[in-house]
């Protein structure tokens, strides 16, 4: 099983400002097979970025992703106030996918 | 615009069953890959199982092999998740997702299951 490990577990952060959410991966995720995911509090998640770095449907610029091998990176370059919830990495590298624990993007 | 809308939750005794159901619309549901995640009370999201577009290759975590079945009438546009031996550790809000065969690209609300005697 590939185990997602995010850092740091809450970053808090003022609207403006930049966030980078680390997750790093047990074992090499080929084919950049990584997904996030943005949750906000009583909702589903909400799909941001496949393969690593492609944005889904509707996700705005200021949600970038980045990494490959067993580091990866979502960066929001400029938080606005929707933007503070829990994110979430995923790999679909193997055949069991797994999430990571999650990173709680709150507002200083 | 996809919706998936699941029901089927609730509280059942340890050992018992349960079948979730998560009814599609707005997609091709028979040509889409469908997954299920669950949520602990105040835990993270931890990914269940999926089913491919025909029903015919089902993958599960190891927490549930053996206990829960994955399946999907395309017919009905509806995805099922046959729950047995229920535990306590199996508590959580469950979302039914689909839209590609390692994650997903929508989402249901999710159902809410608790295990309890």
């Known amino acids: 099983e590939v185990v997602l490990t995010q850092s740091p577990g809450t970053l808090s952060l003022s609207p403006g400002e930049r966030a980078a959410l680390s997750c790093r991966a047990s074992?090499?995720?080929?084919?950049?097979?990584l997904a996030w995911y943005q949750q906000k509090p009583g909702q589903a998640p909400r799909l941001l970025i496949y393969?690593?770095?492609s944005r889904a449907t509707g996700i705005p610029d200021r949600f970038s992703g980045s990494g490959s091998g067993t580091d990866f990176t979502l960066t929001i370059s400029r938080l606005e106030p929707e933007d503070f919830a829990v994110y979430y990495c995923?790999?679909?590298?193997?055949?069991?996918?797994?999430f990571g624990g999650g990173t709680k993007v709150e507002i200083k | 615009e996809v919706q998936l809308v699941e029901s089927g939750g609730g509280l059942v005794q340890p050992g018992g069953s349960l079948r979730l159901s998560c009814a599609a619309s707005?997609?091709?549901?028979?040509?889409?890959?469908m997954h299920w995640v669950r949520q602990g009370p105040g835990k993270g999201l931890v990914w269940v199982s999926r089913?491919?577009?025909?029903?015919?290759?089902?993958t599960y975590a190891d927490s549930v092999k053996g206990r829960f079945t994955i399946s999907r009438d395309n017919a009905k546009n509806t995805l099922y998740l046959q729950m047995n031996s229920l535990g306590a550790e199996d508590t959580a809000v469950y979302f039914c997702?689909?839209?590609?065969?390692?994650?997903?690209?929508?989402w249901g609300q999710g159902t809410r299951v608790t295990v309890s005697s």
């Open positions: 997702g689909g839209g590609n065969s390692g994650y997903s690209r929508y």
């Open positions: 707005g997609v091709t549901f028979s040509n889409e890959w």
């Open positions: 089913i491919n577009s025909d029903g015919s290759y089902t």
């Open positions: 074992q090499t995720i080929n084919n950049n097979y």
């Open positions: 393969g690593a770095s």
């Open positions: 995923q790999q679909y590298t193997t055949s069991l996918l797994t």
